[in-house]
């Protein structure tokens, strides 16, 4: 089985878990996006949702997919998010914001009463920081805030860079809120909490993508099928 199988097996699983009258909030990123599909042909089945998305890209293809959405302003309590994520830990402790959705995907997280993370197995690690962590900055002092966030970094026994993410052209990556992202190569986040307060601290850091005791469950798929860890 292909990555793409096994994040369509997760996101397929997460179905069972999505009820007539729900308020979902819905994901970002391909293993999101194939739950999306899911969701759509549910709802062309008779499936009856109030979709929150977190990103621009979410909200045009549940759209498209013609998935009833509202804006979290309107529908501020949410039943369940059903997001992907970059790593997992066995606490289910997550890194997200690989798509730059992390700031909207943590806010609807937070506004929900369960988030389930979806995942191909390779998103399954010991511990955080081989992916690097997405920090979302404002635009102003971005260098300054980005040196910032290095000492945090190596304060935390980071091995590597932080570095302003681009996209495509080489232009730095805007995100949906208007802001910047930098990713921090920790190479192995020991502390995660603390790693978490000490980019808090940092005044131009808007979130950063370290999602600490929110999953309450997590569905892998892998070569062996799919499985679900909640939390211990
Ligand atoms: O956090 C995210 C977007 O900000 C994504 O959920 C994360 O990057 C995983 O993406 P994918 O399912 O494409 O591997």
Redesign the pocket.
Known sequence: MGSDDM?AAAARAAMDHVENGMRLGI??????EKFVAFLAEAVGQGLEIIGVPTSERTARLCLEGGIRLESLDDVPELDLVI????EIDPALNLI???????LR?KIVAHAAARMIVI?DDSKCVEALGRFPLPVEINAFGAEATRRAIEAVARDHGASGEVALRTASRGEPLITDGGHLIADASFGHISDPQAVACALNAIPGVVEH?LFLSMASRAIFAGEAGVRELTVP
């Open positions: 994040k994901g970002t990123g391909s293993t999101a997001d992907g994520a970059d997200k914001g690989g798509g730059g959705a992390l995907e995942a993508g």
